[in-house]
């Protein structure tokens, strides 16, 4: 459900700022459900439960050396020499020692010996048939190469609160926990639409004034890299009555509709007409910023997010990133982190009076690591360019100079 019912028509705003936008299109958005998976299926997951911690951590008193396991009261007493009374190894339950002359040989991950409280290591010591002798000079710690029962973290306490994402530590923690199974966000299915009779699918033959449909691709790969698997793929001609029919079926079929296409001022850009036809609310048009100044985005009768994205693939990009791709995982109930922000690596000036997405390459070498070097596009039409960048940076408007050393918001793509 919505945060605002879709009967409560929004009142349209034209020409917002970024920031306008992104706080629109929460106050709009979903909230989606959860599901229970099998530890299996949880990685790239957000986590929609609190786990806690099912023992101490660790969960006994660990041996992190390979070696011998002694009571340090033999050291205070000057000793040096031990006689072997077992071996413990990883997995097995912890042995006695019996007499605070004797040793018993230890494993890394091993239980430390009962009546043990000191790991001298392999290299430290040198074996004499059923006898070990510390190496001369050699002054152990007492209490040394153990890894305490409970000192990482205690049994009972959250380990994980709701809406991480489950990467490899985290999965590491929840398989620790001994949770079999997971409650995580269930995934939104999504459409991915393309529309343009100049839009030609890879395969098959195109004529000299006609083009690949790359943005359904690039969008889909941008949801993937975020785990969403759930996309149907869609390519529709300038055609009104075809357009109805089948975003309506899509509509019908998954949760959030993305379009690319049509939503400018052409005559065949007919994309906002043929939503509001499809009883889709708009909530703005227009969003005071370049590439992708025409942004569409509205809100279905049932409450579904509508985003109708301007065709230039650069503009197509910058809008999935910028607004569809955090908007979805928020409604997800991913925790809001702080945006990731990088150094401006060079001086850019920037006349009209727009919010300025500049794609960007991180340097990576040794003289300015992590400053952000324009790499900016020979227009919005220019995606071939951004493969030499790793994302853009947000260059807020009201300004046109924006000097080198300026710390930016960026995103990646
Ligand atoms: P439009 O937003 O429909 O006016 O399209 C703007 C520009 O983006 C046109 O040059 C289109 O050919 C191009 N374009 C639109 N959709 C796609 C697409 N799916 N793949 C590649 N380019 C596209
Ligand atoms: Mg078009």
Same mark, same amino acid.
């Given at each position: 459900m919505s945060k605002r019912m879709a009967t409560q028509a929004p009142e349209a705003t034209y020409r917002i700022d970024v920031a306008e936008a992104v706080r629109l299109i929460d106050e709009f958005m979903p909230t989606y459900g959860s599901q229970p998976v099998s530890l299996e299926d949880a990685a790239g997951c957000i986590l929609r439960q609190t786990v806690t911690a099912e023992r101490d951590q660790p969960p006994y008193d660990r041996v992190t050396m390979d070696g011998i396991a002694i009571d340090s009261a033999a050291l205070a007493e000057g000793l040096r020499e031990f006689t072997l009374a077992g071996n413990q190894a990883a997995g097995q339950a912890a042995l006695r020692l019996p007499a605070t002359n004797a040793c018993i040989e230890i494993m890394t991950g091993a239980v430390l010996p009962i009546g043990t409280?000191?790991?001298?290591?392999?290299?430290?010591?040198?074996?004499?048939?059923?006898?070990?002798?510390?190496?001369?000079?050699?002054?152990?710690?007492?209490?040394?190469? &153990?890894?305490?029962?409970?000192s990482d973290h205690a049994k009972g306490l959250p380990l994980l609160d709701p809406g991480v994402?489950?990467?490899?530590?985290?999965?590491? &923690?929840?398989?620790?926990?001994?949770?079999?199974?997971?409650?995580?966000?269930?995934?939104?299915?999504?459409?991915?639409?393309?529309?343009?009779?100049? @839009?030609?699918?890879?395969?098959?033959?195109?004529?000299?004034?006609?083009?690949?449909?790359?943005?359904?691709?690039?969008?889909?790969?941008?949801?993937?890299?975020?785990?969403?698997?759930?996309?149907?793929?869609?390519?529709?001609?300038?055609?009104?009555?075809?357009?109805?029919?089948?975003?309506?079926?899509?509509?019908?079929?998954?949760?959030?509709? &993305? @379009?690319?296409?049509?939503?400018?001022?052409?005559?065949?850009?007919?994309?906002?007409?043929?939503?509001?036809?499809?009883?889709?609310?708009?909530?703005?048009?227009?969003? @005071?910023?370049?590439?992708?100044?025409?942004m569409w985005f509205g809100i279905s009768q049932s409450g579904k997010p509508v985003f109708a994205l301007p065709g230039n693939p650069v503009s197509t990009l910058v809008c999935v990133i910028r607004y569809v791709l955090p908007a979805l995982l928020q409604a997800m109930g991913l925790r809001a982190e702080a945006v990731e922000h990088v150094v401006l690596g060079d001086a850019v000036e920037f006349k009209p009076d727009l919010s300025w997405f500049l794609p960007v390459k991180l340097d990576s070498g040794a003289g300015n690591p992590g400053a952000a070097l324009p790499r900016p596009t020979n227009t919005s039409g220019d995606f071939i360019s951004l493969g030499d960048s790793d994302g853009f940076v947000e260059l807020q408007r009201g300004q046109d100079r924006y000097a080198a050393g300026l710390y930016v918001p960026f995103y990646r793509w």
């Open positions: 409280d000191t790991v001298i290591p392999v290299e430290r010591i040198e074996h004499q048939a059923d006898r070990v002798k510390l190496e001369a000079g050699y002054e152990a710690v007492p209490g040394q190469f &153990i890894h305490a029962r409970g994402r489950i990467r490899a530590p985290e999965m590491a &923690i929840l398989t620790a926990a001994g949770s079999a199974t997971v409650t995580v966000a269930a995934w939104p299915k999504l459409a991915v639409i393309s529309t343009g009779d100049e @839009l030609v699918e890879v395969g098959k033959p195109l004529e000299a004034h006609q083009i690949r449909s790359s943005n359904d691709h690039a969008i889909k790969a941008a949801l993937r890299a975020r785990g969403f698997q759930h996309c149907i793929r869609a390519h529709l001609p300038d055609e009104p009555q075809r357009l109805i029919q089948r975003i309506g079926e899509l509509h019908e079929e998954t949760d959030v509709l &993305i @379009l690319s296409g049509g939503v400018s001022m052409g005559k065949y850009d007919y994309v906002p007409g043929v939503l509001e036809k499809l009883g889709v609310q708009l909530v703005f048009h227009k969003v @005071l910023q370049r590439p992708g100044l025409p």
